[in-house]
């Protein structure tokens, strides 16, 4: 199975423009989340969403929002691009949910450059 | 609040020689406990995870790891390592008692020489 897809694979972005991030699981799990990975930082959560029709905030959800319209897509978008969102992001899905101790499946990444 | 810190930014090993990637937390309730190796260019692979029972825990590629509740520590571990280990290694760590998020570590480049 293909697993969690991400496209694009990579984007430069003027500032100011806005940009959506698409992240589709064909493992029909219920949670789906969306890290930033950032050098020296790690991964930090952005948003994510136990169950179709519900999301949450990470922990740095500024200048991003998300939507879950159904239990395979969750698409992040950026309204207003700035430079310090230049980052590669990472989506990701579990099985069960955040409270749960399930694990998580990572998809390949966006590489995004906000100039 | 629930934290994970990996101490060594990079760890240098030659291949056929055992490896250590270091791994501590601090939680408030009972340690969920992850590993995840990232290669170049690609997402995040699950590698084994630690919940409940035994203290070490195997998984994939033959890496094992070592849940110490006393040192609060999830060391990653194997025994012979391979070039083909290099790679960056991340530990996370949710706390069982909350409905906190996977926290990620900052991450360990192992560099596997010949």
């Known amino acids: 199975t293909a697993g969690i897809t991400q496209a694009p694979t990579s984007q430069i972005l003027a500032a100011g423009r806005s940009m959506t991030l698409r992240c589709t699981q064909d493992?029909?799990?219920?949670?789906m989340y969306w890290y930033r990975q950032d050098l020296g930082l790690g991964l930090r959560l952005i948003h994510y969403?136990?169950?179709?029709?519900?999301?949450g905030k990470g922990e740095v959800p500024d200048g991003y929002s998300v939507s879950r319209a159904n239990t395979d897509d969750f698409p992040l978008t950026l309204a207003s691009a700035v430079p310090s969102q230049t980052s590669v992001y990472f989506c990701?899905?579990?099985?069960?949910?955040?409270?749960?101790?399930?694990?998580?499946?990572f998809g390949p990444g966006t590489r995004l450059t906000v100039l | 609040a629930q934290s994970v810190a990996q101490p060594e930014d990079q760890v240098n090993v030659a291949e056929g020689n055992p490896l250590t990637v270091k791994c501590t937390y601090s939680?408030?309730?009972?340690?969920?406990l992850f590993w995840y190796v990232q290669y170049p260019n690609r997402g995040l692979q699950f590698l084994l995870k630690?919940?409940?029972?035994?203290?070490l825990v195997k998984g994939s590629y033959g890496f094992e790891a070592e849940f110490n509740k006393s040192q609060t520590s999830f060391h990653l571990k194997k025994p012979s390592a391979l070039v083909s280990d290099s790679a960056l290694y991340f530990c996370?760590?949710?706390?069982?008692?909350?409905?906190?998020?996977?926290?990620f570590g900052k991450g360990t480049k192992l560099s596997v020489k010949p």
């Open positions: 969403s136990n169950t179709a029709g519900t999301t």
């Open positions: 990701a899905s579990s099985a069960l949910g955040l409270t749960f101790t399930d694990t998580q499946y």
């Open positions: 996370a760590v949710r706390d069982g008692g909350s409905q906190g998020n996977l926290i």
């Open positions: 630690y919940i409940t029972g035994d203290n």
């Open positions: 493992m029909r799990h219920n949670a």
């Open positions: 939680v408030s309730g009972n340690p969920y």
